[in-house]
């Protein structure tokens, strides 16, 4: 399931691409939202990424299907497609810094085996069953220290 014979895996450091930094120092808290807490903030920061992801895959000829599809296992921030018709499952990470191994380490097996969980949900809802399955590939678009990198076939389905 889930291979287009993209080529081999490799990080291609491609663009500066860091959304706007906030203002360094505390923030005061009389100025948050009572219900405002600091996984709100990640998912904001997240979708800012995600969005950088997105606008950057388009400009190289892919076309958005989907964001945040989920099933009960698992999350795919983007789905897009190739030229070709390949379906290309995309994870987004980002890390300011490269300690622990940086954005795309961090994305370990059981994160791959989520991906792949909802990859594999996807398929089975969204796509027609009376035609041959589309040929995919799994991608991770990894911001290191506000550098976009893109790792196309990242990793394979039978991988996890």
Not at 41 to 70: C, D, I, M, P, T
Not at 76 to 89: N, P, S, Y
Not at 104 to 115: F, T
Not at 134 to 149: K, M, N, T, Y
Request: glycine content about 10%; hydrophobic content about 40%.
């Amino acid at each position: 399931m889930c291979h287009a014979g993209r080529g081999a895996p490799g990080g291609v450091p491609v663009e500066n691409a860091a959304p706007a930094k906030p203002a360094r120092g505390p923030r005061p808290r009389a100025s948050l939202p009572d219900n405002f807490s600091g996984q709100a903030e990640s998912k904001h920061v997240g979708a800012a990424f995600e969005l950088r992801a997105q606008e950057f895959l388009q400009r190289q000829r892919l076309r958005l299907v989907a964001r945040n599809v989920s099933c009960r296992g698992g999350e795919i921030d983007l789905i897009m497609r190739e030229r070709d018709g390949a379906l290309v499952f995309v994870e987004v990470r980002a890390r300011a810094q490269r300690k622990y191994g940086g954005a795309a380490a961090s994305i370990g097996w059981q994160k791959r085996q989520r991906i792949v969980r909802a990859a594999q949900h996807y398929l089975a809802t969204q796509i027609s069953r009376a035609g041959p399955q589309p040929a995919c590939r799994f991608d991770v678009i990894a911001f290191e220290a506000g550098r976009l990198v893109w790792l196309r076939d990242a990793f394979r389905a039978d991988e996890v």
